[in-house]
Structures are given as structure tokens and as C-alpha cells.
Nanobody, 118 residues
Framework: QVQLVESGGGLVQAGGSLRLSCAAS????????MGWWRQVAGKQRELVATVTNDGSTNCADSVKGRFTISRDNAKNTVYLQMNSLKPEDTAVYYC????????????WGQGTQVTVSS
């Protein structure tokens, strides 16, 4: 399976930008889809954006036009560029991978905190 390590979170003012990175290691070839999720304490984890092996991307309506997901296959890294950040974007952001390695699996990173001040 794969191991995922996120970085790039932090504190930013509303209207600012951050870029999150997720470095994958292990059975990289087995990954089918990678994505970013976020979670606020006491609420369900929600899907933010995904990118498939063929480069197809999708974003949640709440972040469309502001967030962009991309991947660098040479670096085994997925990015989430977040622009025009709003206080409601404050959450712990998790990197996620779906794949097949003898059986379907999903892997999660440890999470990185993003805080947007008003």
C-alpha cells in the first residue's frame, strides 16, 4: 500500500493563499485516485478535490474557482492550491489515496491544519 505525508498548512488571512503538498511513497503504481478531504471538529469529513491517474480532476462546489488540485508524477506528489481563502475553509486537511493492491484499499495522511482568520 502507500504512505502519505502532508505539508503546507498554516495560518493565513482571509483572501490569502496556501499550497498543500502530499508526498506518496510505497506502492505508488497501485494508486488509482488521490484526493484532499477536510474536517472541522465535530463535523463529518468532506471531500474537497480529487485527481485520477489520467489527470481528470474534480472539486467540490464550495471550492470551485478557488482551489486547484494537481499532481506531479515525477515527484509522487499531489498539490492543493488554495486561493481566495475564507474563514469557513478552516479545517484539518487530509490527503487520501484509493488503489488496488491484491484488494482495494484506501490510505490517509496524518492531516495538516489550515486556519483562515477574518
Amino acid at each position: 500500500q502507500v504512505q502519505l505525508v502532508e505539508s503546507g498548512g498554516g495560518l493565513v488571512q482571509a483572501g490569502g493563499s496556501l499550497r498543500l503538498s502530499c508526498a506518496a511513497s510505497g506502492a505508488i503504481f497501485s494508486i488509482n485516485v488521490m484526493g484532499w478531504w477536510r474536517q472541522v471538529a465535530g463535523k463529518q469529513r468532506e471531500l474537497v478535490a480529487t485527481v485520477t491517474n489520467d489527470g481528470s480532476t474534480n472539486c467540490a462546489d464550495s471550492v470551485k474557482g478557488r482551489f486547484t488540485i494537481s499532481r506531479d508524477n515525477a515527484k509522487n506528489t499531489v498539490y492543493l492550491q488554495m486561493n481566495s481563502l475564507k474563514p469557513e475553509d478552516t479545517a484539518v486537511y487530509y490527503c487520501h489515496a484509493l488503489g488496488w493492491y491484491g484488494r482495494p484499499y484506501d490510505s490517509w495522511g496524518q492531516g495538516t491544519q489550515v486556519t483562515v482568520s477574518s
